[in-house]
């Protein structure tokens, strides 16, 4: 796409899937912007892991 955006297909279980669509009803976005977020928030975590001493690479941020 021009815009630097790719379209993706996937598959998610079904508890994922209504989790997301619950959030995405509760904060008036769309499915495609929570995944988004969720996204990037995890990009957010491991660009600060290398500061954090002694956080296993599993960890939670």
């Given amino acids: ?9 996937i598959r998610l279980p079904a508890d994922v899937a209504e989790f997301l669509e619950q959030t ?14 969720s996204v990037r928030e995890r990009m957010q975590c491991e660009r600060l892991r290398p500061q954090a001493e002694g956080i296993p ?3 939670e941020c």
């Fill in 57 to 59: 690479p599993s960890a």
């Fill in 24 to 37: 995405s009803r509760a904060n008036l976005t769309s499915r495609n912007a929570e995944v988004v977020r």
């Fill in 1 to 9: 796409m021009k815009d630097g955006t790719i379209r993706m297909q």
